[in-house]
């Protein structure tokens, strides 16, 4: 069984449509596929249908941007009720945060860049939850830059002059409002040093206590030392270890299936969650 847990479609910054991301991981061999947009749901209904045109076991979830003392920090939800109240109003929140933070980039890079928020919207699908990488895709689109992750290197990296943060719920919130909304919270890419600073393991521990369940261990973004400190943390508090590819279509280099999950640990999601996997 080949199971990635982590991907990305045009609701939120991947290129790949539900459809297309279903078919993908069908040709790629993938048994199970999880969708796991930016702080939306809005995909899920397209994904569950293409589930079953394809052939492929589907994980519903969702990917929140919290932040943990100052540092960003990624939690997935795995399989939790897409209509708990208090699940739906942390993502509202986001999406709204998340619009006017777009618009704050959009006229800051107007200093020195041709770019408009039409030009932004352009790069945008319709539902979608709007980020950094569509502002990137209209500086591609409009032959100023060469690709997304130049453009994160040189232009809108945390540090820039034209970088603007968006509200993010505090992570052990998050994890709890995760927890209650019946999902299974797994910390993803937890060791990304090449994305800032990470947290050390006391505050994973915090989020143990919160209702954290597991990390996401086998992430391109985590280096070699980094995935021996996680694991190490993992054994001590019998946390999942998963493995994902963090797949965003063309947007990033990350292809289906580079990392993957046991299949024991995905039947232990399996079991925990709220929402079924759809299984063709
Ligand atoms: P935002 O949530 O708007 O702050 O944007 C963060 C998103 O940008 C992440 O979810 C990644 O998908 C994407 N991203 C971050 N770094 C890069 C990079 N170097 N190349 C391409 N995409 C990136
Ligand atoms: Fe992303
Ligand atoms: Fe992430
Ligand atoms: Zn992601």
């Given at each position: ?69 100052g540092v960003s920090v990624h939690l997935l939800s795995y ?202």
């Open positions: 069984m080949r199971i990635d847990l982590h991907t990305h479609t045009t609701f939120s910054d991947g290129t790949d449509t539900p459809t297309e991301l279903l078919t993908h991981a069908r040709t790629e061999g993938l048994d199970v596929v999880a969708i796991m947009d930016h702080d939306s749901t809005s995909g899920w209904d397209e994904a569950e249908q293409a589930a079953h045109t394809n052939g492929v076991a589907l994980v519903r979830g969702t990917e929140t941007s919290a932040r943990y003392n399989l939790h009720d897409p209509h708990h109240q208090a699940y739906v109003a942390q993502n509202e929140k986001a999406q709204d945060a998340r619009v006017s933070r777009a618009y704050r980039i959009v006229e800051a890079l107007k200093a020195d860049f041709n770019i408009t928020w039409e030009d932004v919207l352009a790069q945008t699908s319709e539902g979608a939850t709007i980020g950094r990488p569509h502002i990137a895709d209209a500086l591609v689109a409009t032959g100023q830059m060469p690709d997304r992750p130049s453009v994160f290197e040189e232009i809108l990296c945390s540090g820039s002059k034209y970088y603007v943060a968006h509200y993010a719920p505090d992570a052990l919130e998050a994890i709890q409002t995760i927890r209650a909304a019946g999902g299974v919270a797994v910390f993803a890419h937890p060791g990304a040093t090449t994305r800032g600073r990470v947290v050390p393991d006391a505050a994973v521990e915090a989020m143990v206590e919160a209702g954290l369940q597991g990390l996401e261990i086998h992430h391109r973004d985590n280096p070699t030392e980094q995935q021996a400190r996680l694991t190490e943390l993992a054994r001590k508090h019998d946390l999942l270890i998963t493995g994902s590819s963090d797949y965003h279509g063309d947007g990033k280099p990350n292809r289906l299936g580079e990392n993957t999950t046991h299949p024991e640990v995905f039947r232990a999601i399996e079991e925990l969650g709220v929402t079924p996997v759809v299984r063709p």
